[in-house]
């Protein structure tokens, strides 16, 4: 067996195999002489290779859907991990850009890395002010804080990171809950 196999190859070769049949039974079932007509029931057999067709061409459809699916999937899986890999050197920007030690040449090519990663859908989260949210937010530590009515982000110790609809890293913060 080749590598380069292709499993629609098998559908197609498949189907190729069944109009044969098809083919070589009807050859075989038409009436001799001697055979009445009546006897050869040709629009059951048709019928038969029609629903054998059919089956499978929804197979084929079938398979397309799954194929296409996993290959999205799969798609979506590698984005994921070069995103993870560029999170410690957009932690970097972040922090250089609040140090405002971003100058020059560099800034440019940390410009060019966050529109390369928010084409690809990284969107980044996490600000001072924002209500806590437990599904995107990790709280580290919480202070009790007057003027505020409901749990707020006092402090970012680092931004999360979400792709598409999907959190890929938390964004841990510091938490003013309201006094009691």
């Not at 039974?25 to 054998?52: F, I, K, M, V, Y």
């Not at 202070?143 to 999907?166: C, F, K």
Request: proline share 4%; glycine share 6%; net charge negative.
């Amino acid at each position: 067996m080749s590598e380069d196999h292709n499993p629609e190859q098998d559908v197609v070769a498949e189907a190729e195999v069944v109009v044969e049949a098809a083919a070589s039974a009807l050859a075989e079932e038409q009436p001799s002489g001697d055979q009445p007509a009546e006897e050869t029931n040709w629009e059951a057999l048709a019928a038969e290779r029609t629903e054998d067709l059919q089956r499978l061409q929804a197979e084929y459809v079938n398979y397309k859907k799954r194929v296409d699916r996993d290959r999205a999937l799969s798609r979506q899986a590698g984005i994921e991990s070069v995103v993870a890999d560029l999170m410690p050197v957009l932690d970097s920007i972040t922090l250089a850009k609040s140090h405002e030690d971003l100058v020059g040449g560099f800034k440019a090519v940390a410009e060019e890395l966050e529109k390369v990663a928010a084409k690809h859908g990284l969107v980044a989260f996490g600000e001072v002010g924002e209500a806590f949210d437990p599904n995107r937010h990790e709280a580290l530590m919480e202070v009790p804080m007057e003027g505020v009515t409901v749990t707020t982000i006092s402090q970012v110790m680092q931004q999360g990171y979400q792709l598409g609809d999907r959190v890929i890293r938390p964004a841990r913060v510091a938490v003013a809950n309201p006094q009691a």
